[in-house]
């Protein structure tokens, strides 16, 4: 299974961003697919995820209402639409997948995951 995350750039506070991550090996109806982020001399941190059986979401409370996640199943694809950004969202953004046999909530703990994309830098500055 590969990842490929897309769509990181720059933009000024208050703008917005739609990140992508396509997953080529094929999903499973009870995976959850997540974004994490880093930023310079932090951890890596849970940002959203989505179940892919019934699209249940999971949000870090810094970023509900501005952040959006979705997913296209046909296209086995997962998208970030990021909102109102503010500086300190400026972070590498990585997608991942938690591969589950059996339904369960969306894992905030990046040790859950198994796969991961490359990365995808956010910058948000004026």
């Known amino acids: 299974v590969q990842l490929q995350a897309s769509g990181g750039g720059l933009v000024q506070p208050g703008g917005s961003l739609r990140l992508s991550c396509a997953v080529f090996?094929?999903?499973?109806?009870?995976?959850?697919m997540s974004w994490f982020r880093q930023a310079p001399g932090q951890e890596r941190e849970f940002v959203t995820g989505i179940r892919w059986r019934d699209a249940k979401t999971d949000y870090v409370d810094s970023v509900k209402g501005r952040f959006r996640i979705s997913r296209d199943a046909a296209k086995d694809t997962v998208y970030l639409d990021m909102n109102s950004l503010k500086p300190e969202d400026t972070a590498v953004y990585y997608c991942a997948v938690a591969r589950r046999i059996r339904p369960a909530p969306i894992p905030r703990s990046s040790d859950e995951y198994n796969y991961w994309g490359q990365g995808t830098l956010v910058t948000v500055s004026s």
């Open positions: 090996g094929g999903t499973f109806s009870n995976d959850a």
